[in-house]
Nanobody, 140 residues
Framework: QLRIVESGGGLVQPGGSLRLSCARSEASESSVDLNYYAVGWFRQVPGKEREGLACISNSGRTTYYVDPVKGRFAISRNKAEGTVDLQMNNLNSEDTAVYFC????????????????????????????WGQGTQVTVSS
């Protein structure tokens, strides 16, 4: 059973915006309270490895971004709602992908944001939960 879920994906025109949200799964008896974890956002296109985009500490005071999304994406958390959002602005076709959120097993800094590829086999080592993903398509 999925313990966290993403929402907010969809079709958007180039230059447009979307806001993704990551939350605990209401359908799972073992759902995760995101307030206790650092949470990252990742994306994957068919045939490519999953790549990291941004991460936020459990306190919300520290954030990490990869260069391609700096200034365009913003990660935030709502402690009251137990959610972690990714605001995405000025989207382009290269942002088309399936977007995932994941709870970090440790700190955001444990992941190499300079080489933000999730290596095969590391999905369950460096992260404790993954959502099912939400499709983002940027097209006119």
């Amino acid at each position: 059973q999925l313990r966290i879920v993403e929402s907010g994906g969809g079709l958007v025109q180039p230059g447009g915006s979307l806001r993704l949200s990551c939350a605990r799964s209401e359908a799972s008896e073992s759902s995760v309270d995101l307030n206790y974890y650092a949470v990252g956002w990742f994306r994957q296109v068919p045939g490519k490895e999953r790549e990291g985009l941004a991460c936020i500490s459990n306190s919300g005071r520290t954030t990490y971004y990869v260069d391609p999304v700096k200034g365009r994406f913003a990660i935030s958390r709502n402690k009251a709602e137990g959610t972690v959002d990714l605001q995405m602005n000025n989207l382009n076709s290269e942002d088309t992908a399936v977007y995932f959120c994941a709870t970090m097993r440790g700190y955001c800094s444990d992941f190499d944001w300079r080489d933000p590829i999730v290596r095969p086999g590391r999905e369950q080592i460096d992260f404790t939960s993954w959502g099912q993903g939400t499709q983002v398509t940027v097209s006119s």
